[in-house]
């Protein structure tokens, strides 16, 4: 059971805040990690809304979360941790050079090429959508998604996992692909996509990570406070 | 002299697009990698607009530059092509892991803490400035990116460097920075990240890189091709 109270592995993440962000938040990948390798951990969480001490940023230098400690290296950004667990574990990242580079330069994709042709819709969809030029802005935004979605299609035709062996990299993939759930039948027009993504999500260890990841929303809720 | 046209390691960039572009291209950044440590690298340059050949999308997967192939690792990513450069000269990237993975946390911060926070202006600036939703979409992305300028300034407060010493994390943030130039005064407000900026664009082999990568613009330009 990788979620451990005991756990010398401690994560952050949110108990409570805008409902549109749970099942989002990035706490879910490194939660699914966790889960593909069966390596325990804890999760400190709090409420996203409520102030964070100063010491916190030293922790996370942009008050976010989740940052990462396991008793020899703390780390902040999703995209380092996944590269720090799967250098210890060949489950999520292979040992031969060409498959860990391969692994590698996809997870860059996933952060730097894929999810900024989601972003800015997911942020119009979810901040800013009652502002006047949300509709024209979206628009504008969806013709840079539907470009990328259309070479991410080319590159995952006839694979299952887009660097050849499930790694660190779908984790990343993936979840920058969740939100394009929230723009109904975007992904209709990208077959390839939508089936890699449900390949993904139908993992048993993305289940329990995310099971977890929703529990503590619920688990606070249900303590009388709330989210 | 990095830039050589024997060389094994090739790079691959433009020679004519949107004169915006200029000085902004991603090659930028492994320009100015091979500057740093004296590596010798060529480039194949093209035109922006020019449509490009399908077997280009088996090296750059996005239809981007730059794609990078030293003769035994093909990769696509200014992140993980950095991360590999690194690995191979610890001027780059230090050995000592803690020295280590403070660089590459702060290498996947730049790219996906700080240049989304940048990325959404320059986009509104650079491609849809002529729409009528331009300006209001513009000062919402602003609020996101002074919350960011000001969390940087107290990571960068004190340092010379993001990581203690010079690294890739540094090339990587003070490129997802240069745009802020074109947003006038937008920086007065974070003097720590204005000279943090400055020293990095101070450093001789930035000035070969730049120099370098507006060449290939100019050359093709004498050459009697508009860019």
Do not use: C
Request: proline share 9%; no cysteine.
């Amino acid at each position: 059971m990788p979620l451990d109270p005991a756990a010398e592995t401690v994560i952050t993440a949110f108990h409570a805040g805008p409902p549109a962000v749970q099942g989002l938040v990035r706490d879910l990948r490194l939660r699914w990690a966790f889960e593909e390798i069966g390596r325990p951990y804890r999760a400190e969480t709090f409420d996203a809304f409520a102030p964070r001490s100063a010491e916190y940023l030293q922790r996370q230098p942009f008050n976010q979360v989740p940052a990462f400690d396991d008793g020899h290296q703390p780390l902040f950004e999703t995209g380092a941790i996944l590269l720090y667990l799967g250098e210890q574990d060949e489950r999520l990242l292979p040992r031969d050079p060409g498959g860990r580079w391969q692994a590698i330069t996809w997870a860059f994709a996933a952060l730097s090429s894929v999810e900024p042709a989601v972003s800015p819709l997911v942020v119009t969809n979810m901040i800013h959508r009652d502002k006047p030029w949300a509709d024209p802005a979206r628009e504008a935004f969806l013709q840079h998604t539907h470009r990328v979605l259309g070479h991410l299609s080319e590159a995952l035709a006839g694979k299952d996992w887009i660097a050849g062996t499930f790694s660190i990299a779908d984790i990343l993939l993936a979840t920058v692909l969740r939100p394009l759930d929230r723009t109904p039948g975007l992904l209709d027009g990208y077959p390839v996509v939508a089936a890699y993504k449900a390949r993904a999500e139908g993992r048993p260890a993305f289940h329990r990570a995310l099971a977890d990841h929703l529990a503590a929303f619920q688990q606070h809720e249900t303590a009388g406070e709330p989210a």
